[in-house]
């Protein structure tokens, strides 16, 4: 096994210098008509085989404009990253790929926290997740083909997720905190672009800026309605995990009947998008991401428990189950504890389950709640600069 964590790195830092960017608007003087909004998720091993505490779901893509349609299965869902991303081997629709005003061909690059990298070309495509749809989104087709050699600062020496045995699902779904995968530090003409998109032709690709409305969009806060986060709702596992976990991905944050906040308590996002999570003395930036395989805190020096020998090396591995706990704090103040268990990750895989609320391991500093957190829990994510019942987003709230 290995640690497939999604959060993004740089991408995710440039996007929050949008949060809290703009507004949903006035509410609608007559309701729109009641939709179906809950999407199903499942947890199991991917479509690769190997895949531990992934998070997948099927999405619906389409020509714009047109009913000429494609459902793609095995997607990973990541509340880590924002935009949809498309293993190019996957999409049989004909897709024009998105230029520039000069005519060259734009694509993105996402570098993941795991040394791999997702590089593709950009395009549009209707997206429709349960009964929403979210017209014309850019979208990225990762591994296309036409695109010259990957540059060097978008690779950096890792390896490409350019396969469903590489990236271990068909694409991933960002629908995270922001709207854009990058937001204004990528739409600033005036300075030089960070390495997320590029202009590519015959002698190369370079850096490029991209309006935010080019840019890789969240879906969600497209949709016409429950357009201002999700609630996903997965059941317990066992202490030995579960071969396969159903849930719901519910849009919308206080919109329906079955998406409303109730008593869960609100954490408000700094505009990184990240909380304060506090452990034994030690204060980091936390964030909850459905991305990462583990719950994974410190660095590998201060990491409090014994990691796993070889090339399992990423996760823990204790004699005996551990019992942590840690607090996390919102913007706005809010602080709560979580407990949470640690079990040796060598006898979890042992069981060939793909579900597990205790698999954990260090990370590069910063406390990451990936989806062993989300686990017999209800969990919101609300989108930045849109309205719910609890303010404007973006914030977490369970």
């Known amino acids: 096994m290995i640690d497939r964590a999604r959060r993004l790195v740089a991408v995710a830092a440039a996007a929050a210098l949008g949060a809290c960017g703009g507004g949903g608007g006035s509410p609608a003087a007559v309701s729109p008509p009641v939709v179906n909004n809950v999407q199903p998720v499942q947890v199991d091993l991917g479509p690769a085989g190997d895949y531990v505490n992934g998070l997948f779901t099927s999405v ?6 047109t009913s000429t349609c494609q459902t793609i299965g095995g997607v990973l869902v990541d509340s880590g990253s924002e935009g949809l991303r498309l293993l190019s081997s996957q999409v049989t629709l004909p897709l024009a790929p998105s230029t520039d005003g000069a005519g060259r061909l734009l694509a993105n690059c996402a570098s993941f926290a795991d040394n791999s990298y ?4 950009m395009t549009a495509a209707s997206v429709r997740l349960a009964g929403e749809q979210a017209a014309s989104v850019p979208i990225q087709l990762v591994g296309a083909s036409g695109l010259p050699e990957t540059p060097a600062d978008c690779s950096a020496g890792g390896t490409a997720d350019d396969t469903v045995e590489s990236l271990g699902a068909t694409g991933i779904l960002g629908i995270g905190v922001f709207r854009q995968d990058c937001g204004p530090a990528c739409a600033d003409a005036s300075r030089v672009p960070p390495p997320v998109y590029y202009a590519c032709d015959g002698s190369g690709c370079a850096r490029t800026s991209v309006p935010v409305s080019g840019q890789l969009q969240n879906p969600v806060w497209l949709f016409a309605q ?15 995990g579960s071969r396969t976990v159903s849930g719901s991905l519910i849009f919308g944050v206080g919109t329906e009947a079955n998406n409303a906040l109730g008593s ?3 954490y408000v996002t700094d505009d990184f998008g990240n909380i304060s999570t506090a452990l034994n003395g ?3 930036s936390g964030y909850l991401d459905t991305g990462s395989n583990t719950i994974s ?3 590998a020096a ?10 399992e090396s990423d996760f823990a591995c204790p004699p005996a189950t551990a019992s942590l ?4 704090t919102g913007r706005s103040g809010a602080s709560g504890a979580v407990a949470f268990t640690v079990a040796n990750a060598d006898s979890l895989f042992d069981t060939g389950n793909a579900a597990f609320d205790d698999l954990a391991g260090p990370d590069t500093g910063d406390f990451d709640w990936g989806l062993p957190f989300f686990f017999g829990r209800k969990t919101f994510t609300a989108i930045e600069g849109q309205p719910t019942p609890a303010g404007i987003g973006p914030y977490w709230a369970y």
């Open 118 to 121: 997702a590089w593709g070309t």
């Open 60 to 65: 619906t893509l389409c020509v714009p404009g």
């Open 226 to 240: 429950d357009n201002n986060g999700f609630l996903l709702s997965l059941p317990s596992v066992p202490a030995l």
């Open 282 to 284: 030690a204060t980091m």
């Open 297 to 299: 805190f410190l660095d």
């Open 302 to 311: 201060s990491f409090p428990l014994p990691t796993c020998p070889g090339p």
């Open 325 to 328: 706990s840690a607090t996390n």
């Open 264 to 266: 869960a308590r609100v």
